[in-house]
Antibody, heavy 122, light 111 residues
Framework: QVQLQESGPGLVRPSQTLSLTCTVSGGSIRSVGYYWSWIRQHPGKGLEWIGNIYYSGSAYYNPSLKSRVSISVDTSKNQFSLKLTSVTAADTAMYYC??????????????WGQGTLVTVSS | QSVLTQPPSASGTPGQRVAISCSGSSSNIGSNTVNWYQQFPGTAPKLLIYNNNERPSGVPDRFSGSKSGTSASLAISGLQSEDEADYYCAAWDDSLSGLWVFGGGTKLTVL
């Protein structure tokens, strides 16, 4: 059973960089055909895909966040990470990591982390 | 404003059949498969339906999905109190450089 666990600061100052890590257990992040995503949910709102990465390092981002987002992978630690720069209060959200089973049009998110709440405030 | 459109709320009584709609466009639902996620308060979303109408292992067959053109639907038959949750549809969108898009979510209340 694949498990994902987010970790990182719960409070980030405005204009600073939000950094989160997702640790994968019960399976290898190098598994062929699986991508690893970050998704966020603003309080009381719907879901927003931030981006994802393949174990090779190829990353794909939501165009609306692309200028501020970077996703990286550390296969030796079975982890992938999110960096979001120049944060504002609008980036306050629950951040989830999830596994993409397959790519693009015929894919889904089959495993999710429990989520971590990040608040942007001074 | 979500790319996929869902009704904000739905309701039914135990035993009833309820359907939740999800409307999109040719660049998302019209050309890609639809997934549905179930989310209880304070928990992460859970994959409920994938590839338009497939159920992951462990999901009761009371849940079913369908797709036609640029719209999709989640049906729950034999409604139970434990089905009260938020439901989200999702699909890949081929516009721009491609991205995942979600519906705004439907809160299902079991009366």
């Amino acid at each position: 059973q694949v498990q994902l666990q987010e970790s990182g600061p719960g409070l980030v100052r405005p204009s600073q960089t939000l950094s989160l890590t997702c640790t994968v257990s019960g399976g290898s992040i190098r598994s062929v055909g699986y991508y690893w995503s970050w998704i966020r949910q603003h309080p009381g709102k719907g879901l927003e895909w931030i981006g994802n990465i393949y174990y090779s390092g190829s990353a794909y981002y939501n165009p609306s966040l692309k200028s501020r987002v970077s996703i990286s992978v550390d296969t030796s630690k079975n982890q992938f990470s999110l960096k979001l720069t120049s944060v504002t209060a609008a980036d306050t959200a629950m951040y989830y990591c999830a596994r993409n089973r397959g790519w693009s049009g015929e894919s889904d998110f089959d495993y999710w982390g429990q989520g971590t709440l990040v608040t942007v405030s001074s | 404003q979500s790319v996929l459109t869902q009704p904000p709320s739905a309701s039914g009584t135990p035993g009833q059949r309820v359907a939740i709609s999800c409307s999109g466009s040719s660049s998302n639902i019209g050309s890609n498969t639809v997934n549905w996620y179930q989310q209880f308060p304070g928990t992460a979303p859970k994959l409920l339906i994938y590839n338009n109408n497939e159920r992951p292992s462990g999901v009761p067959d009371r849940f079913s999905g369908s797709k036609s053109g640029t719209s999709a639907s989640l049906a729950i038959s034999g409604l139970q109190s434990e089905d009260e949750a938020d439901y989200y549809c999702a699909a890949w969108d081929d516009s721009l450089s491609g991205l995942w898009v979600f519906g705004g979510g439907t809160k299902l209340t079991v009366l």
